[in-house]
């Protein structure tokens, strides 16, 4: 069985993940049908396709997807599954997150085998 990977990302590191998984927290901007509109944790804008039939209850969100080209040029995420992670969420905060889980500790946030993984910390 193959392991689900997904990278957290912010609005200038989801140009590197075209056709990957990724994980995307952001503030809600815009809604609507099928489209909705995330301020990414970087302030950069990033549209998602919406899973059939779903609506974000807060204002902030984390969405795991796949990142796709659009006719237009741009990118945007199609949503796996979300989670409402409330009203109150530093984004500042988590964007350091992102750059040190793409940077100097990427180590620790992928590629983990599913061995050292299941035997949790070594003592």
Same mark, same amino acid.
């Given at each position: 069985?193959?392991? =689900?990977? /997904?990278?957290?990302?912010?609005? /200038?590191? $989801?140009?590197?993940?075209? #056709?990957?998984?990724?994980? $995307?927290?952001?503030?809600?901007?815009?809604?609507?049908?099928?489209?909705?509109?995330?301020? /990414?944790? &970087?302030?950069?804008?990033?549209?998602?396709?919406?899973?059939?039939?779903? +609506?974000?209850?807060?204002?902030?969100?984390?969405?795991?997807?796949?990142?796709?080209? &659009?006719?237009? !040029?741009?990118?945007?995420? &199609?949503?796996?599954?979300?989670? #409402? @992670? !409330? #009203?109150? =969420?530093? @984004?500042?905060?988590?964007?350091?997150?992102?750059?040190?889980?793409?940077?100097?500790? +990427?180590?620790? =946030?992928? #590629?983990?085998? /599913?061995?050292? +993984?299941?035997?949790?910390?070594?003592?």
């Amino acid at each position: 069985m193959e392991q =689900f990977q /997904a990278v957290r990302v912010n609005g /200038a590191i $989801l140009p590197s993940q075209t #056709d990957q998984n990724v994980i $995307l927290i952001g503030k809600v901007t815009e809604t609507g049908p099928e489209y909705s509109t995330l301020q /990414a944790s &970087d302030g950069a804008p990033i549209r998602v396709k919406m899973s059939a039939g779903n +609506a974000y209850n807060s204002a902030y969100v984390e969405v795991v997807g796949h990142v796709y080209p &659009d006719e237009a !040029g741009g990118l945007y995420v &199609d949503e796996f599954i979300s989670r #409402d @992670l !409330g #009203d109150n =969420f530093n @984004l500042e905060n988590y964007n350091e997150v992102v750059e040190m889980a793409n940077g100097r500790f +990427a180590h620790l =946030f992928r #590629d983990v085998p /599913a061995a050292a +993984a299941a035997a949790g910390p070594q003592q």
